[in-house]
C-alpha cells in the first residue's frame, strides 16, 4: 500500500515539477534580458559621459554586471586590446558562441545579444547612442511583455500539470 502511495506522490511531484521548469524557462528569458538591458544603459553612459574607448567600456561595464556576461564583456575587451585584425564583430559573434555553450539562453536573447554587437558597430557616437536608445525600448517592450506572458501562464501551466500529475495517478490506480 506504500508503495503505490510513494509512487502516486512520484507521478504528482514529477508533473508538478515539468511545470516548474517550463515556468523557470520563462523567468530566465526575462533575467537574461534584463542583464542586457544593464549592459546597454551601462555602455550608453559611458559613451555619452565618459567618451571612452569601446575596449575600455567594455572593461568597465563588466565589472558591475553578472556572470556568464561579465566574463563575456571581458573576453572581448582583452581581444579588442590585442589587436589581432577583427572587427568587434568578429569578436563579439566568436563570444558569443562561447556565450551560447555556458548558458541555457533562448534564441531570442541570443539575438538580442547579436543586435547590440550590430549597434556597437557604429562610428559615429550619435549613431551609437540613437541605434542604442532604440534597442533599449525594444527590450522593454519585450521584457514587458514576456512579464505579462509569464504572470498570465504561470498559473495555468502549474495548475495543468498538477492535474495531470492527478490524472495519470488515477489511471494507475
Known amino acids: 500500500m506504500w508503495a503505490y502511495f510513494i509512487a ?8 508538478f515539477g515539468f511545470g ?3 515556468c523557470l524557462d520563462l523567468k530566465n528569458e526575462i533575467y537574461n534580458l534584463k542583464i542586457q538591458r544593464k549592459i546597454l544603459f551601462g555602455i550608453e553612459r559611458e559613451i555619452v559621459y565618459l567618451h571612452r574607448t569601446l575596449e575600455e ?3 568597465i561595464v563588466s565589472l558591475k554586471i553578472e556572470r556568464p556576461y561579465d566574463h563575456f564583456l571581458m573576453s572581448v575587451s582583452e581581444q579588442m586590446k590585442m589587436r589581432n585584425g577583427e572587427g568587434l564583430w568578429e ?3 566568436k563570444n558569443i558562441d562561447i556565450l551560447k555553450a555556458q548558458v541555457n539562453c533562448s534564441k531570442k536573447v541570443i539575438d538580442n545579444l547579436q543586435q547590440i554587437g550590430k549597434v556597437l558597430g557604429y562610428e559615429d557616437d550619435k549613431a551609437q547612442i540613437g541605434a542604442i536608445k532604440i ?5 522593454d517592450k519585450m521584457i ?4 505579462i506572458q509569464r504572470s498570465q501562464k504561470e498559473k495555468l ?3 495543468l500539470s498538477l492535474l ?3 490524472f495519470l495517478l488515477i489511471l494507475f490506480i
Open 8 to 15: 502516486g506522490l512520484m507521478v504528482i511531484s514529477g508533473a
Open 20 to 22: 516548474n521548469a517550463i
Open 57 to 59: 567600456i567594455f572593461e
Open 91 to 93: 569578436l563579439w559573434s
Open 135 to 139: 534597442l533599449q525600448s525594444e527590450m
Open 144 to 147: 514587458e511583455e514576456l512579464e
Open 157 to 159: 501551466i502549474k495548475t
Open 164 to 166: 495531470s500529475g492527478v
